[in-house]
């Protein structure tokens, strides 16, 4: 049986949505009334057996750390192996990170590079956060050992606006699967591409080659400087998944996808009701959420620990959030303990953490451009 | 190497709970469900490590399966520590022989060993039957404040219902001057509330002779305090106010599930300061569809509403069906109530199906009897079940 060390990016896109993570990590974006984004991630290695996770961060990790803790609620607390966070490591006397400032995956590989030069395990599956899906990366590693390939990129079929390819990797492969050619956020780039859903599997021997190549020639990018570059001699390939993933390049990404998944009951099944891999997340041990005999709810989420006294429709509502009397809340995304008082009125709004919606005020966004209250803050 | 511990406590779990019937047939009584998303002990081990109270023997005898997985290494509650934490212990077989516990008083004599590894200053006593959020450490405070020998938590109830309790008579000080079972003409209404705080050499002292005794139960309430009483042992009663909520009938049960409901609940149980701590399944969050209309009711993770909800109790994984209308009841994990069925006054246990156009009990007014149905069921469609039945687990 072989093994396998998973890499997770926690910083990598934090720009997609830069509402969402001024305070936090992409990886610690919360999404679906009581997950975040990292959860995913995590969840699909866990559900593959990958209890070797190196959580890759540069700033605002925080909010990442306090989520997840010692690891327990992913079973990643281990006596041998479980979870690592690498944050920055500051060398003594120098006076500066050892890598300076990542932008990139490569980057962010080069600098934790004493940690992967340490990796025994066969294969290195590699995931970003900004990518919501349930994924078997069994499946993938199959694929990845029968092909002897040196990594193997998951990727999707799909119809690409030329904003939506500008945001993404697209690959290009032939009937076997290798790939050809790859275009790394493309400007002019419309139409039906395989997009890479940032889930990559790596030989261990040959990624720990590639990084220390990237050192010594002071490359940047992997698509770029290391697959571009290689594709004539490598063995590159593509994984062809066709179930549901979520890719959040910017801010009414992030509230489509949500609302979505509110409609979509099969979206829902499909992320979350697959046997034998169940989300795991942050357990807060919240009550059950009330209902009391004046509520008017219908076709909302909700997690546990809410008060609802209001009116609630097409709402994602996090642990904790209390609806006042009176108040109606439409379209909107609540997160983490916020309180909209009685009469209040809500429509087409993402209210961070913590937040209070005074009574009586009415507050309202568009589909299109949902309004945005910042965390913490009182109106 | 055990660190010392200045209180350990033991919780009496082996109960069978047979006044439960269909919900105990499988289980154990501290197992049963509770309140949406918890079981009976989670409140004795919630409150044992929010009082601080961080080594834990958990007595078990009757159908201990669920109740040892649900316990596990203690996780959930803090209570996986390396030189103390939570202790599963069953009966076992000795030297001189094997013995069921024969009675509470007997249950933790056989685990004296357990109790002296941590050299504790006190053992406190607790069951697993009751409902309630309280502070031990307080209590194990006053014990010490009276230099008692033993404390015992009581409660102020009804001279009504003071003859189904045990009863304590005492002096200004608390000090306990007699002590009476169930008694016909009450002379107070300080109920035991069966939490015992005990010095433990006292208690060491007291089990040994209690068990030489041959004419003695074994019980603590019969012989040990009785016992200690006409001794002229140092007894002190502890009272407690608050919540607190006996759950070994089905009636019982039933009512402590309704009183978490309610603007103001009579059992407030979403206080951050004192938290229930409980194990659950990794599930999404629960979804309300346009078709739904629910009140005062309780929701938790894995729900998916459709139809109806009124004043009721609903668990993990619950599918309620368009048309399909639950009202006065509790419904436990991963029931599915299918299209224009009616659940009235009920308790569900966990896994039913309950088939279209089916009709559960009876409303509150029609009958007074709560109707069971015992765990993985499968009602039929159209199926009548008249109010007060009782259906085993199958």
Same mark, same amino acid.
């Given at each position: ?43 699909? #290695? ?8 190196? /959580? ?6 925080? =909010?990442? #750390? ?24 500051? #060398? ?6 050892? =890598? ?16 992967? =030069? ?41 119809? #690409? ?5 500008? =945001? ?13 050619? /790859? ?197 | ?264 609940? $009579? ?51 619950? $599918? ?73 687990? $199958?």
């Amino acid at each position: 049986m072989s093994s396998t060390t998973g890499i997770i990016f926690s910083n990598i896109h934090d720009k997609n949505i830069p509402e969402l993570t001024k305070l936090r990590t992409i990886a610690s974006v919360p999404f679906g009334c009581r997950y975040r984004f990292i959860d995913f991630a995590l969840s699909n #290695m866990v559900n593959s057996d990958i209890y070797n996770v190196n /959580v890759i961060t540069q700033h605002n990790y925080h =909010s990442l #750390m306090d989520h997840i803790g010692s690891g327990k609620d992913w079973d990643l607390a281990r006596r041998s192996g479980g979870i690592k966070i690498l944050p920055p490591n500051i #060398m003594a006397y120098s006076g500066s990170t050892a =890598s300076g400032i990542i932008n990139t995956r490569l980057e962010a590989l080069k600098s934790t590079y004493h940690s992967l =030069s340490r990796i025994t395990d066969d294969y290195i599956v590699l995931s970003d956060c900004d990518v919501i899906c349930n994924i078997d990366l069994n499946d993938i590693l199959k694929y990845h050992i029968s092909t002897g390939a040196d990594m193997t990129f998951a990727v999707q079929n799909m119809e #690409m606006t030329r904003e939506r390819a500008q =945001s993404n990797t697209i690959f290009f492969s032939d009937e076997e699967g290798k790939i050809t050619d /790859v275009l790394a956020y493309p400007r002019n780039f419309e139409g039906s591409g395989d997009i890479c859903l940032n889930i990559i599997v790596a030989n261990t021997g040959y990624l720990q080659q590639v990084v220390l190549d990237a050192i010594a020639h002071n490359y940047t990018s992997l698509n770029r400087d290391i697959i571009a570059k290689n594709i004539g001699h490598a063995n590159y390939r593509v994984y062809k998944y066709d179930g549901f993933f979520g890719c959040v390049s910017s801010f009414e990404d992030y509230f489509a996808l949500s609302m979505d998944l509110i409609k979509n009951p099969e979206l829902r099944d499909e992320l979350f009701n697959v046997k034998n891999r169940p989300v795991y997340t942050k357990v807060r041990n919240s009550v059950p959420t009330y209902y009391s005999t004046n509520s008017n709810v219908k076709d909302s989420l909700i997690a546990d620990g809410c008060h609802i006294y209001g009116t609630v429709e097409n709402c994602i509502l996090f642990r904790g959030v209390k609806i006042g009397r009176g108040a109606v809340v439409k379209n909107s995304i609540l997160m983490q303990d916020t309180i909209v008082d009685e009469n209040a009125s809500l429509n087409c709004v993402v209210a961070d953490k913590n937040t209070v919606i005074r009574g009586g005020v009415t507050l309202s966004g568009a589909e299109s451009a949902p309004y945005y209250i910042v965390k913490g803050k009182m109106i | 190497m055990y660190k010392k511990q200045k209180c350990v406590a033991m919780l009496l779990a082996g109960g069978q709970g047979s006044r439960l019937y269909a919900l105990t047939e499988k289980t154990a009584k501290p197992a049963v469900p509770f309140g949406g998303k918890y079981r009976i002990i989670d409140f004795p081990l919630s409150n044992c490590v929010n009082s601080q109270i961080y080594t834990v023997g958990v007595l078990t005898q009757y159908q201990p399966l669920v109740l040892n997985e649900y316990i596990g290494n203690g996780q959930p509650w803090d209570l996986d520590k390396m030189q103390s934490g939570v202790m599963v212990l069953p009966p076992y077989q000795a030297k001189e022989g094997a013995d069921w516990y024969k009675g509470t008083a007997n249950a933790i004599y056989q685990n004296l060993n357990f109790i002296n590894r941590y050299d504790p200053d006190y053992v406190l006593i607790l069951s697993g039957d009751h409902i309630y959020k309280m502070d031990y450490s307080k209590m194990i405070d006053a014990h010490e404040k009276n230099g008692a020998d033993c404390t015992i938590a009581v409660l102020e109830v009804s001279l009504e219902e003071a003859s189904r309790f045990g009863i304590m008579n005492t002096d200004d000080n608390l000090k306990i001057v007699e002590f009476e079972e169930k008694p016909a003409h009450p002379k107070s209404t300080k109920a035991s509330m069966g939490i015992y705080v005990f010095n433990r050499k006292v208690l060491e002292k007291y089990l040994i002779e209690d068990e030489n005794d041959p004419d003695s139960v074994n019980d603590f309430g019969k012989n040990v305090i009785p016992k200690m009483l006409a001794d002229g042992c140092s007894m002190y009663a502890y009272p407690f106010e608050g919540y607190w909520k006996d759950v070994g009938t089905v009636s019982s049960l039933w009512e402590a599930n309704m009183d978490l409901l309610g603007e103001n609940p $009579k059992f407030p149980i979403k206080d951050l300061s004192w938290r229930i701590f409980s194990r659950n399944d990794p599930l999404p969050p629960h979804y309300i569809s346009s078709t739904s209309e629910i009140s005062n009711s309780f929701i938790t993770e894995g729900c998916v509403i459709e139809g109806e909800v009124h004043n009721s109790i609903l668990f993990s994984g619950v $599918k309620v069906e368009r048309g399909a209308v639950i009202r006065d009841s509790v419904v436990m994990s991963n029931v599915t109530v299918s299209k224009g069925a009616v659940v009235q006054y009920s308790i569900i246990d966990s896994g039913c199906s309950i088939g279209a156009g089916s009709i559960v009990g009876r409303s509150k007014d029609e009958c007074s009897e709560v109707t069971v149905v015992g765990a993985d069921n499968v009602i039929a469609s159209g199926e009548d079940i008249p109010g007060g039945s009782m259906i085993s687990a $199958k």
